[in-house]
């Protein structure tokens, strides 16, 4: 079977959000990357692209969603693909990570849990992101295979609960990075 190539917008817009993130961990925080100053043009621009940066590449992520969405007949493929290119990676680079930074003091900061399995329940560095998108795709993927978006009406119901949510989760938990999935989802 041949693979489906994307659209170009979609790969257009996949390499700008690749450059505005890549930016973003050259400039850095404090503390990390190029350690610029409040004051410079670099911080000011990568910071102007705060709100849209992560956001933009879960859209790209729905646009390809779009081009093969779940079925219910394909639904346990779904997931075990989504498994293999989000949670895989999550477990294994988050791990190294992990174990990167407590034995290497003063490496990408000091914000480690004590505990290794909270990396895997709890937001952890930059891998939140995948926890989110996981989230995010389930509800989506399964909204699908219920026919929940397929008219109008339901869609701007779904619609209207994901910026509900966006508005208004703020979990002090914050398992598996749902305040950022609900951030992200609309």
């Known amino acids: 079977m041949r693979k489906a190539t994307l659209p170009y917008h979609v790969v257009e817009l996949r390499g700008l959000a690749c450059i505005l993130l890549v930016a973003y961990h050259v400039v850095g925080i404090p503390g ?27 859209f790209i992520s729905g646009l390809v969603y779009a081009l093969n969405p779940a079925r219910a007949d394909r639904l346990d493929s779904f997931f075990v693909k989504k498994l293999r290119r989000l949670g895989f990676p999550f477990l294994v680079v988050s791990a190294i990570f992990y174990l990167l930074q407590t034995n290497a003091p003063g490496a990408h900061g000091t914000d480690a849990p004590e505990s290794m399995w909270r990396i895997y ?10 926890q989110a998108l996981f989230l995010i795709f389930t509800v989506v993927a399964l909204l699908d295979v219920a026919h929940a978006m397929d008219r109008p009406a339901g869609f701007l119901l779904a619609l209207a609960v994901a ?13 598996l990075s749902v305040n950022q999935a609900c951030y992200l989802l609309p």
């Open 121 to 130: 329940v709890f937001p952890y560095a930059h891998f939140w992101y995948l």
């Open 32 to 58: 990390s990357g190029m350690q610029v100053g409040a004051d410079s043009i670099y911080r000011y621009a990568t910071d102007s692209f705060e709100l849209i940066r992560m956001p933009l590449f879960t």
């Open 163 to 175: 910026m509900a949510a966006c508005l208004t989760v703020d979990l002090d938990s914050n398992i």
